[in-house]
Nanobody
Framework: QAQLVESGGGSVQPGGSLRLSCAAS????????INWYRQAPGKERESVAS????????NYADSVKGRFTISRDNAKNTAFLQMNSLKPEDTAVYYC??????????WGQGTQVTVSS
């Protein structure tokens, strides 16, 4: 059974850092692109960062460029989102998504990130 499990969320002060992990099981992780999304209260889910199946290409939302870094370790079936210089507006539930080129998609349950002084 395919599963994505996020971890690493928590509460941090502005300017702080967190590293989110997304552990995959039950499917061929290395064949899937990975996307990180977030959803703040009262707002639509938005794409934050993405990485291709091989890790050779990444993309970021303008709001996080230069602060967030997406990466993956296909040998460990895990993806990461390193978040630095966090701002209160980064507060949201962060979701990991695995997307296959033929459309199959899996979602994690989400992890809460709260940035507050």
């Amino acid at each position: 059974q395919a599963q994505l499990v996020e971890s690493g969320g928590g509460s941090v002060q502005p300017g702080g850092s967190l590293r989110l992990s997304c552990a995959a099981s039950g499917f061929s992780f290395s064949s899937y692109a990975i996307n990180w999304y977030r959803q703040a209260p009262g707002k639509e889910r938005e794409s934050v960062a993405s990485i291709t199946s091989t890790g050779g290409s990444t993309n970021y939302a303008d709001s996080v460029k230069g602060r967030f870094t997406i990466s993956r370790d296909n040998a460990k079936n895990t993806a990461f989102l390193q978040m630095n210089s966090l701002k209160p507006e980064d507060t949201a539930v962060y979701y990991c998504n695995a997307l296959w080129i033929f459309g199959r998609s899996y979602w994690g349950q989400g992890t809460q990130v709260t940035v507050s002084s």
